[in-house]
């Protein structure tokens, strides 16, 4: 493969874009699992394919519209969550619901041949192009400065926001920039894993790194590095039998959590009995 990945343009843009997506994943991954956040990032994932849709019927880069389309998704959830009784839960699952079927009424008004939207449901980095790729490292550099600026903050923010309310930070400031940067993520990773498997990429990552540490700073780069791994994994098996990316990442993620699970639990039994 490595021949290949020399000669071939499609190849350099998927292994450039499983290293940007890993490094947003561990870092993003670990602030969302944190915080409970994971089935907001479902909603909005799902909330992205009407965003997608418009962009088809627009007749504009679709990507685009769907960040905008999950940005506005992910502060009018916490938006109205706020200003209503409704659980947040409920809400989630409305927009995740409304965004689906936006999407599918969008392609379906779309002149022409309607598009194949299959890349965007289960991801596919063999097509990700120069623009994404230019994308993702933006949304990469975004969500690194940010974090790395504000990291402590962000880390009370995470553990202790009573104590940092009663500091006198913005709390809502705070939460609306993480629901930005969560759209951001599930966008950035549309083209690696698609909408239905990027919540497996935003979680397994560091549900196997919290194995190993559960320091907030080791886990996020700990996470990078695993996410990169199951990536570049991926990318070589499927390329090799010809069978899809997304899905591909997923399955030897997992199987890789699952391993080291059983694993650790076995040597743990094993030391514990006596000699």
Not at 37 to 58: D, E, K, Q
Not at 132 to 154: A, G, R, Y
Request: net charge positive; charged share 10%.
């Amino acid at each position: 493969m490595l021949e290949a990945l020399l000669e071939y343009k499609f190849l350099q843009n998927a292994f450039l874009s499983t290293i940007l997506a890993s490094i947003t994943c561990g870092i993003m991954g670990t602030i969302i699992t944190e915080k409970k956040l994971v089935m907001l990032s479902g909603g909005i994932a799902h909330t992205t394919f009407g965003g997608i849709g418009l962009g088809y019927f627009l007749g504009i880069e679709p990507i685009i519209s769907g960040l905008f389309f999950s940005i506005i998704a992910s502060l009018g959830i916490s938006r109205i969550n706020k200003k209503t009784d409704t659980y947040s839960d409920l809400l989630i699952g409305m927009f995740w619901s409304l965004g689906m079927a936006l999407g599918v009424l969008f392609i379906a008004f779309t002149p022409g041949y309607p598009p194949d939207m299959t890349s965007y449901l289960f991801g596919d980095i063999l097509t990700v192009s120069r623009k994404e790729l230019l994308l993702m490292l933006i949304f990469d550099l975004i969500i690194i400065t940010i974090i790395v600026s504000f990291f402590n903050i962000f880390k009370a923010y995470l553990f202790d926001e009573e104590f940092l309310a009663i500091q006198g930070a913005p709390i809502l400031l705070l939460e609306y920039l993480l629901y930005i940067l969560i759209a951001c993520t599930v966008v950035l990773l549309v083209k690696v894993t698609g909408i239905i498997l990027s919540i497996a990429l935003l979680t397994v990552p560091i549900a196997l790194a919290k194995q190993f540490t559960y320091n907030l700073k080791n886990l996020m780069i700990l996470s990078c590095g695993l996410g990169a791994v199951f990536c570049l994994m991926g990318l070589f098996v499927s390329y090799k039998l010809g069978i899809p990316s997304g899905a591909t990442i997923i399955i030897i993620a997992i199987f890789s959590y699952l391993t080291i699970v059983f694993l650790k639990k076995k040597t743990a039994r094993k030391h514990s009995l006596p000699q």
